[in-house]
Each structure stands twice: as C-alpha cells, then as structure tokens.
C-alpha cells in the first residue's frame, strides 16, 4: 500500500530514502499540478525552488518534468532560496503557486515539500485536503500536456523589497557591528550582502554549503549559535542574526551573548513598528505566544488577534491587512505590506534597525519593556504522553478562569498566567507552553504543568 502523504501545518516533511523517496515525490508533485490545473486550465505558471539539502536539485528536476507533462510552466529557480524570497517571487511575476523542496529547521536526513498558492501564502487546510485527495486519485496517472520551463533569479527582487522596507542607512549611520549566521542554509548571501552594500560591518559564519548542516538540525536555536557568539566577541559586534534551513525562522542575540527568545524578539518588533512606522492597525499571534504581545496591545490600543498554531492562519491577517506584525512563538514572524510567509531575514534585518535607531541593547529594550507593561516568562516543553488527567475545574489547587480551545487546550490561571496543551501530530508528545510572571513562578507552573497531565 502507498505511504499516505500528509501536508501538515507547513506541508509534508519525511526522512529521505524511508517515506521521502523519489516515487512519493513523484505522488506529491502529480497531486499538486492537478491542483493547480483545477484551478487553471491554461496557461499556469508554478516556481520550483529549494534550500540546499542533500538532491535538492534532483527533486526540482524531477517536479519540473511532471509539471511540464501537465501542461505547466515551471519556473526554476537554480539556486538554493529562502522561502520568504520565493514566497515574493509567487506574487512578484504572479504565478499559480510555488513548489518548494525544503524540511525548513529538520536534522539534515529529513527534506519535504512546501507549496503556496497564488497569494505567495502557506496553502490553507482546504487545499492541502484537495491536494492530498489528489495524490490519491492521481496513483499510477501521469500527465499528457507538453510544456518547457523557464528559469527564475528571485533574489533581486526580493533583496529590492527589503531595502524598501528596512532603514539601512540608518543601521549604517548608527555604526552597527553584526554577526551573520545563515546555518549553512539558504539565506547564505541575502542577510549579510545586503548589509555590507549599505556600508554596514558584517561577518558571516557557516558560509558555505553543507548538506548536513554541521551535522545537526539547522535551527537557529541558543545551543547552536556559539560560533556566531564567538565571532561576536572578536568583532564587539551589538547583535547576532541568524537564520534556519530555509530562512524561514529567526535567531538573534543581544550584544552580551544572550539569546533572545522569539517569544520576546516578536513583542519588542510589534512595540518598535508602532513607534517607528505607527502602524496601529493590530497585532496577531498564535495561542502558544507570550501574552506579552496581549499587554502591550492594550498598552497601544491595538486589536489583538490570536490563532491557531500554524504560521498559514496569520499569514492570513497580513494579506487583509488587518495586523501590522504577526508572529508566532516558534520563531516565525512577516508584517504589514510584506510576504505572508515566515521571514526570518526580515526579523534579523529589523532587529538590527531597531538597535541602531533606538540606540540601546535588546536586553535593555526588553527590561523597559516589562517596566511599562510587566513582566512574562515564556517556556515549552515537551512530555511523552501516556494518561491524561483533564480536570477542567481545578489545575493543582489553582483557579482556572478561562478555557481556550483555539488549538488545543489553553489553561488561563486567575492571576494571568497560563498553560497551553497541544497534541504533537508526529511522535506521541504533548507539547507544553507555560507563561508565568516571574522566573519562580514559571518554574511553579512547569511542574504543576506536568503533574495536571499525568495520573
């Protein structure tokens, strides 16, 4: 019987040579070109990218034939992309959607297939339900059209759109020092040049193409971004930026080596594009995200949005217009009149305007910030799953005030902290968000956390 090939909150990842095999790439990418050719018949453009993962070539390869034998263009693009940067392409030369062959943050033994629509959005549930019903249907069928494809640079139009958006003579000006760690992955040359042509001093680390990624997953996550501490302290640089597999997500640390987590990077952004932009037309995040970004929209007077995990559903908000800045705890954010997509060059590129024109480190920033609007301390964990417990009534001798159900189960304390329980849809975890406002406190609810679930 076929693997059964599911998209979940941001497409179909698998390990290569077990599930992720060229027969089940040949499945997917059928079932996505009769997507597309439901949606249009003639005429349909679809980008083929990919970061620099072990055959990435080959899988392009491979999706430009099956599109052409549907009568589909492809349009490849030859070198390893950042996902935010072929999430512009889709909507910059108005394709139908954008194969693109990445596992984002995964070990390196791991690759997948995310696909976009129109928009230049992470395809909702409603297509991806479409698509996974056509791999099905598509089994052992093959496509008739003929069909050439046609290549496509998408780094000039992206790096043009962020120059737009970020002041780079203003981090320029400021003398801002930056560290660059794209992680051996696909934002190799976009962070970094983009600086250095405004003047900026920039090194980089991890500069060059590894299919293993050093040997471990490409997340730019605290215990893996010492090399990029180290440089900083050769070069007294003010921050760190770095990125993952696919640039999707965002690392960054502050000038005295500490890590910032997403959690807080996502609040002091929302705070700064109101001070700097005035954008005051909403925030969103996900119902796993701090409550910090909760406080400070009401400090702003600004509508707060909160969704389902899955980047899709703020990406949503953007293309309405209705937020300014969306993020999510898991280090995806995009804001207002960008790519509804996770940009982690973006969130790096911002970060360093927002030191250099504020003048203060992002420690001190935050300090100011839980001044103005109090204190949150963000966690996540995971705990392997055996018997729940689910007493909605009482959580270990503490009032439960508020039950939320957007994504899972959201536990809101009586003095305003809160956990948060979702089912991993890949290993038998539960993945556990805590948020306390201090540091003791947090500790407290992590444990009571763990105990609740667990008889």
């Known amino acids: 019987m076929p693997t059964q090939i599911k998209f979940g909150t941001s497409g ?15 499945r997917a990418v059928n079932g996505i070109a009769r997507y597309v050719k439901s949606q249009r018949l003639q005429g349909a453009r679809v980008i083929v990218g990919r970061d620099p993962r072990f055959l990435g070539e080959t899988f392009c390869s491979m999706a430009a034939e099956i599109l052409s034998s549907y009568g589909i263009t492809p349009l490849i693009v030859a070198e390893a992309a ?36 129109p928009d230049g959005a992470p395809a909702l549930p409603e297509v991806t339900k479409q698509i996974e019903q056509e791999i099905v249907s598509a089994d ?28 780079l003579s203003g981090i320029h000006k400021a003398g ?103 954008w005051k037309n909403g925030v969103g995040k996900s119902v796993a995200t701090t409550n910090l970004i909760n406080a400070l929209a009401k400090h702003h007077k600004v509508e707060l949005h909160e969704t389902p995990v899955g980047f899709k559903y703020i990406g949503e908000l953007i293309k309405q217009d209705k937020i300014a800045i ?60 055996t018997k729940l417990r689910l007493d909605l009534q009482n959580f270990c001798g503490r009032q439960i005030s508020e039950v939320v159900r957007k994504d899972g189960l959201k536990l809101v304390l009586d003095d305003g902290s809160w956990v948060c329980y979702r089912l991993s849809g890949t290993e038998p975890v539960v993945r556990v968000y805590s948020e306390a406002s201090s540091v003791s406190d947090l500790q407290a609810l992590s444990a009571a956390a763990k105990q609740w679930i667990f008889e």
């Open 12 to 26: 179909w990842r698998a390990v290569m040579a077990e599930e992720f095999t060229f027969s089940n790439v040949r």
């Open 82 to 117: 950042p996902t935010p940067a072929i999430s512009y392409a889709v909507i910059h030369e108005e394709a139908d959607g954008a194969i693109n062959f990445t596992a984002s943050h995964n070990p390196p033994e791991y690759n997948g297939i995310k696909f976009s629509t």
């Open 140 to 167: 052992g069928a093959v496509g008739v059209g003929k069909s050439s494809s046609e290549p496509l640079e998408v780094k000039s139009a992206y790096l043009a759109r962020l120059r737009e958006i970020i002041d």
């Open 176 to 278: 801002l020092r930056v560290v660059f760690d794209p992680l051996w992955g696909a934002a190799r040359g976009y962070s970094d040049e983009l600086l250095r042509q405004a003047g900026v001093e920039v090194a980089t680390v991890h500069d060059y193409r590894d299919v293993l990624f050093g040997g471990h997953a490409p997340e730019p996550d605290d215990h893996l971004l010492e090399p990029m501490r180290e440089k900083m302290r050769d070069m007294k640089a003010h921050i760190g930026i770095a990125t993952d597999g696919d640039a999707d997500r965002f690392g960054i640390v502050d000038e005295d080596g500490t890590f910032l987590q997403p959690n807080y990077v996502i609040a002091l952004l929302f705070d700064y594009l109101v001070e700097s932009r005035g």
């Open 326 to 385: 969306g993020g999510e705890e898991s280090a995806g954010l995009s804001i207002r009149h960008h790519v509804p997509e996770k940009d982690g060059v973006l969130a790096g590129l911002l970060c360093c305007e927002m030191v250099a024109r504020r003048g203060k480190s992002l420690g001190q920033q935050l300090r100011a910030l839980f001044a103005e609007v109090g204190s949150f301390y963000p966690m996540r964990e995971n705990f392997r799953l």
